[in-house]
């Protein structure tokens, strides 16, 4: 059985459409990558996902249950946790405390539990130095990474990644794909939006490229990379 | 035939909390301030008419032309030197800002004009009324209607004709990119509160002519200009004047049934109009 | 006699009440001027309720805790005088207190002014006034010299005043028994803004006498509409919103030939116990004193100190409180506003140790030609010692 | 000074001040027991609101509905049901919390600046609605008969403990029951937000988008808040009307007393701070003391301090004192643990 | 250096606390036009935001024709003679096309090269949905309004933000044929684009940001593509 259901969902804002139609699934433990054009429609396909708008048409399941109406709050509970694409870190908390929000309401855990389980997140991430200071402060890298941190804190199922490894250098990057693959490996489901390609191949085994905010397609990345139209549309190379 | 004159009644006393209203609702939604002084700075011009007719013995009607000015200049410096500097994403500021200022004229008014009950007197007019079929219409209240009906025109008006309407509207819109336009908002801003005062010195007009008025009664006042405001929907100068007769005529047929639900009947309405329309009669698309 | 005496006073002196505190500060200034003059040291401690019912209250705590006052003096709208007196009553502390009718004085005090079997009297706390059964008496002579269809139609709110007036004490009972029908629309709330309701009741039943206790903004609103909407009564007789000469003018031409009760006026035939003057002397010198027209709470603040005086003279140690108490109860002068003296008939037995009634008479406002308005005295069927100045006019 | 030994050293001060407060009856004049009572009394209104407009973002104008049917259900309970006022005060916070759910009902449909003008509606029509109940006088008013404060519960007892009047006696117990309620609702507040309900209201406060996507229920939250804030503010309406002993629908419905105050208490002394209310309710005492004999113009300077500080210190006297001073009293801060590798 | 219209040097940035650009280099000469290129977040719209006034800067850190105007507010910096048209197009959605446009004129007119007139010859498309309101035109024709908008106030620099963004490429042609035109009327342009063959078709030059810094410039024939890929990325694929 499927973990994530995406059945024609559609999404417009005015005469704008963003999601068209889309239908995917993700199975228990499984990495998709999704790429895509600017403007393309994947952060609003994660919005859609995790509630944050409601589509205009088309039915989401999660683990058996359809979510389509249900508010962003239940489907945390439910395990879909989720990373902005621009970091949305509470300002005023400490970067300890954002995890623990997310640990507390999120994940329901509590006590000192709770605590031993997000200062682990933060070793993780690479956060541990800074779990004291306020998240206002940060540098953009490190609100990249306090998003990937709270999103793990809120121990989902399913994990949704919105452009986490822009502007990273090449040790970092590698450090941020070490993180998502050991998430991946304790059985974490993954949906991967970015724009650095060879961090994204080398953690999903499914590509999806949307375009306009319709799916164009899906499936082998390699395969997929090596579409003709894919480098077009995709990385604006005539061929 | 009772039916027929409470309902007419009624619309006639929403024209009156219309008129209260638009000044309100057009600060409201243009730079989404809730001006909780609204009712004492109404309060407050009609003792500036009352002292002008007094000084210079004029009628109310001339001594108006007098006093809005002087409320225009009240209303500009007000949103330059205090309310720009609280504007902001964060609504206790400004909420609070004009709660004290709502606190300090009336009270300064106290100070000024003593608590004694005082009204302007327009002469015969106030008596008089026109048969209307089987009713009889008070010219005054009809006055009253009239001239909301106009000032709301006026300020549609001035709001979708008019360069300074356009800068209102975009600055409303999106601050940050009308000032990409050149537009400086905080002089917009300034200026339709200014306009708003000019509203609120005709209100005056009219409050001070229909009964006794002193420097507590703004807040009073208010509550009815704010339910009109929120029924209509923000921003919506027409709705704002919906809501005031839905307001009026709530009442008017609350008092009908029994004068004990007067007040209750126009609170209740706004409830039930809420409970169904969260945002109001005539919401604005993009709130 | 020990030294200075502390006396309390509490009055409305600024809010929407501060009409009824006019005279305070010039009744006050005599007060202490004569009282030393007669060899008697008195303090007096002024205490602003600032028409706040919640503020009264505190400010008596303060009197009694704070400066320990042998006695308080409280003046004006149950909405003062009531939080004063139960704090009061509970400290055991003396207090004399005027204008407010005797009924919402006394019932309004009581834990369940429904259930007369459970009203209690009053220790420490003495009131004089007058009281509705007056009032409801002065207008109904006025109505009998008039030739109408005796249907009455009343403006009661739903406040102290306007539900007292509107109750079993009130006058629909005292209606009933002269004959005439009443159209009572039932109690509205103060600051009303429309009154169709309530005019379009008046015409249909033909309403031909309109009385009530509205608040002043209220009738100047209702008074409007009547006139605009053609409701033509041959006689108004209101309390409470034609008191005060400022908010008659502020009603303009409107107001010519409207009634009212009138408690204290120069013209009345009475004598100050502490200072000897006669009330026009009385009215002369706080006009001179304050430039402003006379105001009838004027004779009842000062009468106030009378029986404050007169208790204080009588007393072996006036900061004794249950020796003033008792001594106030046994009060018995002829003051500015005629006598006063507890334990009378003319209060109802549950009451007359506390109350102590006051004559009542009626006005007629005049428009003089130069826009002004004179108060004529025109009924004294209950008080004819109080002459009258002037023959009752009917409207138009 | 180590962070630890700091904070028991405001503890060990804090509980210090809190026996003294408590021995003010024994020791103390009864003025001082009667201003501290309304003192404590307005602290109790400002912490509550402080919860909610400062922590919860929930801007109300209409605690006095909370206030008033407090009153008017403990005169209920003494008058039409013969209690005695200790367990009538319990019936009219809960009264109050009671009519919150309602209110909470349609205000929560409203949002910012729509809410404020909600809630204070809502008190108007609660107001108008009790000015219809005949057997509590209506829109007269009640006085509690005579006696009842005398004769409540613990009053005897107090009365031969301390050898003084009955009068005193009942304001001692009154006295005492404001402190004990200012105590926890303060210690209530701290740990509310302490507790990882505090923790997601601030969360929301800074982003609610993000919130609501760690799982952060916001309507839920502030439902809870606005409940709870109810109960106390309705305790206190109760308890105030012992003392002030007479009961009206203007007097107990007060915007100006119940809510314009506290409001002005709350800025002053530092909206969204903990102790802000503390600080606030101590300048507004001294200010009414000295310039309560000048009537209106105590209102005046009352609202400019308002102004000014809106305009120059958003965060009040406290706030600014943080800030200079960087000492926090009752800090919310969660410690991450100490690092257990390397 | 007379021909240098629009210098920036050492320009830094704030958002709050956090910082956003670390002192930017960059001039612009008359009639030509550049192009900035970079990742998300680099801070391509933080440094438009700056020269246009809407996030403070130091004074002296921008001068447009020999005259500073770091401090400038955004109008004041409009009234100088530079004008946007922001990413996401943010036109004003109360307002109709023809209204949207014509407030790009409010409080500027330059030389008066542009009018509604020429606009409207510029994307005829525009003229028959003059009346709708601005937000229910298609993506492309959203962004001439918005380019129509910048246009009105005659200005001397103009930056375009993104303005390709989520549109397709037949539209992207389009907006772009402008250009020319917009270059003739004496403005000088910056365009801010992630697509990175659109930016090297139009510009004369070419800037490259990666974390609030130029990290590469030059015409661009000169650039290889893989020392933009480096530029871009900070890592060779
Ligand atoms: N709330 C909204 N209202 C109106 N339009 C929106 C809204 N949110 C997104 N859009 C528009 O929807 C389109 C798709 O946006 P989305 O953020 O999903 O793109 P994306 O594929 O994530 O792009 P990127 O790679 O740049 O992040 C864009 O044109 C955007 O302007
Ligand atoms: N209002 C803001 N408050 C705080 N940080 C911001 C704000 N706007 C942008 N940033 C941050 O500043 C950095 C630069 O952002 P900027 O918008 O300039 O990037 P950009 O290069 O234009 O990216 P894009 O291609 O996505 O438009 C980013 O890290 C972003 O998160
Ligand atoms: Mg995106
Ligand atoms: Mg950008």
Redesign the pocket.
């Known amino acids: 059985m499927s973990l994530l259901t995406l059945d024609r969902v559609s999404k417009s804002?005015?005469a704008?459409k963003?999601a068209d139609a889309v239908s995917f699934e993700v199975a228990p433990g499984e990495a998709l990558g999704i790429i895509?054009?600017?403007?393309?429609?994947?952060?609003?396909?994660?919005?859609l996902i995790t509630g944050n708008?409601a589509p205009n048409a088309g039915r989401i399941l999660f683990d058996g249950a359809d979510v389509t109406r249900k508010p962003p709050m239940s489907r945390v509970a439910a395990g879909i946790g989720r990373s902005f694409?621009i970091p949305q870190p509470f300002s005023h908390l400490s970067v300890f405390e954002n995890l623990l929000v997310a640990a507390n309401f999120g994940g329901g855990h509590h006590g000192p539990h709770a605590a031993a389980l997000c200062m682990d997140i933060l070793e993780r991430t690479g956060l541990g130095g800074v779990a004291d200071a306020t998240s206002g402060g940060l540098s953009l890298l490190q609100r990249k990474r306090l998003e990937l941190a709270r999103a793990m804190a809120t121990s989902p199922k399913l994990i949704l990644l919105?452009?986490i490894a822009g502007g990273l250098t090449e040790a970092e990057c590698g450090a941020l794909i070490e993180t998502i693959t050991s998430i991946h490996a304790e059985g974490t489901a993954i949906i991967w939006?970015e724009?650095v390609l060879h961090a994204l191949t080398s953690v999903v085994e499914r590509l999806m490229v949307?375009n306009f905010?319709k799916m164009l397609m899906i499936g082998e990345p390699d395969a997929v990379m090596a579409s003709p139209e894919v480098k077009e549309i995709y990385l604006g190379i005539d061929v | 035939m009772i039916w027929v004159d409470t309902i007419v009644q009624g619309i006639l006393l929403g024209g009156l909390y219309a008129l209260f209203a638009a000044g309100l609702s057009l600060v409201f939604g243009i730079m989404r301030l809730v001006n909780l002084a609204h009712g004492d700075l109404i309060v407050l011009a009609a003792f500036l008419i009352l002292t002008v007719v007094n000084l210079l013995g004029l009628s109310p009607f001339v001594a108006v032309l007098i006093a809005v000015p002087v409320m225009f200049a009240i209303g500009w410096a007000l949103q330059t030197y205090v309310l720009n500097r609280v504007l902001g994403d964060d609504i206790l500021p400004p909420l609070l800002v004009t709660f004290g200022l709502s606190v300090v004229i009336q009270n300064g008014l106290l100070e000024g004009f003593s608590a004694d009950s005082q009204k302007l007197s327009a002469g015969p007019i106030e008596a008089a009324s026109l048969p209307l079929g089987p009713i009889t219409v008070g010219v005054m209240p009809l006055l009253t209607l009239i001239s909301a009906v106009v000032v709301i025109f006026a300020l549609n008006r001035l709001f979708y004709r008019t360069k300074l309407g356009r800068a209102f509207r975009a600055t409303s819109d999106d601050a940050v990119t009308a000032g990409l336009m050149g537009i400086r908002p905080r002089n917009v801003f300034a200026i339709a509160t200014g306009i708003a005062m000019v509203v609120a010195t005709i209100a005056a007009l009219y409050l001070g002519i229909r009964a006794n008025f002193d420097p507590s009664i703004g807040p009073a006042r208010l509550i009815y200009a704010f339910e009109a405001v929120i029924i209509g929907g923000l921003g919506s100068l027409w709705g704002t004047l919906a809501g005031g007769i839905l307001i009026g005529v709530a009442q008017a047929l609350g008092a009908a049934v029994n004068p004990e639900w007067q007040i209750l009947a126009g609170h209740v309405a706004f409830v039930l109009v809420l409970l169904i329309r969260p945002r109001g009669l005539f919401p604005r698309a993009n709130d | 006699k020990s030294g200075p005496i502390k006396i309390g006073y509490v009055s409305p002196q600024t809010g929407p009440l501060s009409g009824f505190a006019a005279a305070d500060a010039y009744v006050i200034e005599t007060f202490v001027k004569t009282a030393r003059a007669q060899g008697v040291e008195v303090e007096v401690i002024v205490k602003d309720s600032q028409s706040n019912p919640n503020r009264a209250a505190e400010v008596a705590r303060e009197l009694i805790v704070r400066d320990e006052v042998n006695l308080i003096c409280v003046a004006s709208t149950p909405e003062t005088t009531n939080p004063v007196c139960t704090i009061a009553e509970a400290e055991e502390v003396p207090v004399i207190s005027t204008v407010a009718p005797w009924q919402p004085w006394f019932i309004g005090q009581q834990g369940n002014p429904a259930d007369p079997a459970s009203w209690q009297d009053f220790d420490y706390v003495h009131h004089f006034f007058w009281g509705l059964e007056d009032n409801v008496q002065v207008f109904m002579n006025m109505w009998d010299m008039i030739d109408s269809n005796k249907s009455v139609g009343a403006l009661w709110p739903n406040d102290g005043d306007g539900n007292a007036w509107a109750s079993d004490v009130g006058m629909p009972p005292a209606l009933a028994g002269a004959g005439y029908t009443l159209t009572d629309t039932g109690r509205y709330q103060n600051l009303t803004d429309d009154f169709s309701a309530q005019i379009n009741a008046f015409k249909q039943n033909d309403v031909q006498i309109l009385t009530g206790i509205p608040i002043p903004p209220d009738f100047t609103t209702f008074w409007t509409q009547a006139k605009q909407q053609g409701f033509q009564p041959k006689m108004v007789s209101v309390a409470k919103a034609l008191l005060f000469p400022e908010s008659v003018a502020a009603l303009g031409p409107l107001a010519h030939n409207l009634t009212c009760e009138v408690w204290w006026s120069p013209m009345h035939p009475f004598t100050s116990s502490l200072t000897g003057q006669s009330c026009a002397d009385l009215a002369g010198e706080f006009e001179d004193y304050a430039g402003r027209q006379w105001t009838q709470p004027l004779g009842f603040i000062h009468s106030l100190f009378e029986v404050a005086m007169d208790a204080i003279r009588r007393a072996d140690d006036p900061t004794d409180g249950d020796e003033m108490a008792e001594l106030i109860g046994t009060t018995n002068i002829d003051s500015a506003v005629g006598k006063i003296q507890w334990g009378r008939d003319n209060v109802p037995p549950f009451a007359k140790a506390n109350v102590s009634k006051t004559p009542l008479v009626g006005g007629q406002w005049r428009m003089q030609d130069d826009g002004g308005f004179d108060l004529v005295i025109v009924e004294n069927g209950l008080a004819p010692e109080i002459a009258l100045t002037g023959a009752l006019e009917t409207l138009s | 000074m180590t962070t630890s030994s700091k904070i028991t050293l405001t503890r060990a001060f804090m509980a210090l001040v809190f026996v003294a407060l408590v021995c003010v009856p024994v020791i103390g004049s009864r003025a001082m027991v009667q201003d501290l009572f309304m003192v404590l009394t307005l602290l109790v209104l400002a912490l509550n609101w402080n919860m909610l407009a400062g922590f919860a973002g929930l801007v109300s104008v209409g605690q006095q509905a909370f206030v008033g049917v407090g009153a008017y259900a403990m005169f209920g309970g003494v008058i039409l049901w013969g209690w005695d006022p200790l367990p009538a005060i319990l019936l009219g916070g809960l009264a109050a919390m009671l009519l919150s759910l309602p209110i909470a009902f349609f205000t929560f449909r409203l949002n910012g600046a729509y809410f404020a003008i909600g809630t204070w509606v809502s008190a108007e029509i609660v107001r108008l609605s009790l000015a219809q109940w005949k057997a509590l006088g209506g829109g007269t008013g009640t006085s509690l008969p005579k006696g009842t404060t005398k004769d409540m519960l613990g009053v005897a007892q107090i009365k031969e403990l301390l050898g003084v009047s009955s009068s005193a006696a009942s304001d001692a117990l009154t006295y005492w029951l404001a402190l004990a309620l200012a105590t926890v609702t303060l210690l209530a507040g701290y740990l509310f937000l302490r507790s990882r309900m505090g923790l997601g209201l601030q969360a929301i406060r800074d982003n609610v988008e993000a919130a609501r996507s760690v799982g952060v229920d916001p309507l839920r939250l502030k439902a809870l808040v606005f409940v709870l804030t109810a109960f106390g503010t309705g305790l206190c309406g109760a308890l105030l009307f012992i003392q002030i002993t007479r009961v009206s629908p203007d007097a107990a419905f007060s915007v100006v007393d119940w809510t314009a105050f506290v409001i002005f208490i709350t800025v002053i002394g530092g909206i969204g701070t903990l102790p802000g209310p503390v600080v606030g309710v101590l300048v507004f005492y001294i200010l009414q003391r000295a310039l309560a004999d000048y009537g209106t113009v105590y209102l005046i300077v009352l609202g400019l301090i308002g102004i000014v500080i809106m305009l120059f210190a958003r965060k009040g006297l406290w706030g600014m004192f943080t800030e200079k001073t960087g000492i926090e009293l009752l800090p919310l801060r969660h410690r991450a643990l100490p690092r257990s590798d390397t | 250096m007379t021909d240098t219209v629009l210098s920036i040097r050492n320009l830094t940035a704030f958002y709050g606390d956090f910082q956003a650009l670390f002192g930017v280099d960059l001039t612009l000469r008359r009639g030509r036009a550049l192009a900035i290129i970079g990742a998300?977040g680099a801070g391509k719209s933080t440094l438009m935001r700056a020269i246009t006034g809407i996030l403070p800067s130091p004074a002296e850190a921008i001068t447009l024709k020999d005259r500073p105007i770091g401090a400038l507010s955004a109008p004041e910096v409009l009234e100088a003679g530079i004008s946007m048209v922001p990413e996401?197009r943010r036109l004003f959605p109360s307002l109709t096309v023809e209204e949207n446009i014509l407030i790009g004129a409010h409080s500027r007119i330059g030389n008066g090269y542009w009018t509604l007139e020429a606009i409207y010859d510029l994307f005829p498309v525009l003229k028959e949905r003059r009346h709708n309101p601005g937000t229910a035109l298609s993506?492309g024709q959203q962004q001439m309004v918005a380019i129509g908008r910048a246009l009105m106030s005659n200005p001397d620099v103009l930056l375009c933000d993104e303005i390709s963004?989520?549109l397709a490429p037949v539209i992207i042609r389009d907006i772009y044929a402008a250009f020319p035109r917009i270059r003739e009327s004496g403005a000088s342009v910056i365009v801010v684009e992630?697509d990175i063959g659109q930016a090297l078709k139009v510009a004369d030059h070419v800037f490259c940001m990666m974390e609030g810094r130029i990290t590469l410039s030059g015409a661009p024939g000169d650039l290889s593509r893989d020392a933009i890929h480096d530029a871009y990325f900070g890592v060779s694929a």
């Open positions: 804002f005015g704008l963003v895509g054009p600017n403007g393309a429609g994947k952060s609003t396909l994660f919005n708008i694409q919105d452009e939006i724009h949307l905010g | 998300n996401g993506g963004l989520g992630q």
